[in-house]
């Protein structure tokens, strides 16, 4: 009898959570990244899940760190999850991405990791980093 053995790669994962802010009015809020990887690229909000944290807070803290937008979790709708191994050039990133609907009024600051904070019509979006395009067909597969 013979035992076969196998090497087995263990991959390190990292957990973020990413933010759809969207108005009645069909625009999507982006942020401008403030460095690498995609420096310089619109995203969409979005970041790490702390250890001990939801995905769901995740997403809520980081619209409110990055683009001064506050929407409590409660009001967040989970749009999927997102895992392509390609997905980030940082390595194998799994992110929940979540819809959040806000007033067609509503203000964007930039702010920690974000150059820059805009709203874009959901139809005329500019080259997006990551597979944020891919999100956000997800969210609109109209479009």
Request: hydrophobic share 35%; net charge negative.
């Amino acid at each position: 009898m013979s035992i076969q053995t196998t090497t087995e790669t263990i991959e390190t994962v990292r957990y973020t959570a990413d933010v759809i802010a969207l108005t009645d009015d069909n625009r999507v809020l982006l942020i401008k990244r403030g460095w690498d990887p995609h420096k310089g690229t619109w995203a969409l909000p979005g970041g790490h899940v702390d250890p001990g944290e939801t995905s769901r807070n995740a997403a809520s803290r980081e619209l409110l760190e990055e683009t001064g937008v506050d929407v409590d979790p409660s009001h967040l709708w989970q749009l999927g999850i997102f895992d392509d191994p390609n997905r980030d050039p940082r390595g194998r990133y799994i992110t929940a991405a979540y819809i959040a609907h806000v007033p067609n009024n509503t203000t964007a600051t930039p702010g920690d990791d974000a150059a820059e904070a805009r709203w874009f019509h959901i139809n005329q979006l500019p080259e997006l980093a990551f597979d944020h395009a891919a999100i956000l067909k997800a969210a609109n597969p109209r479009s």
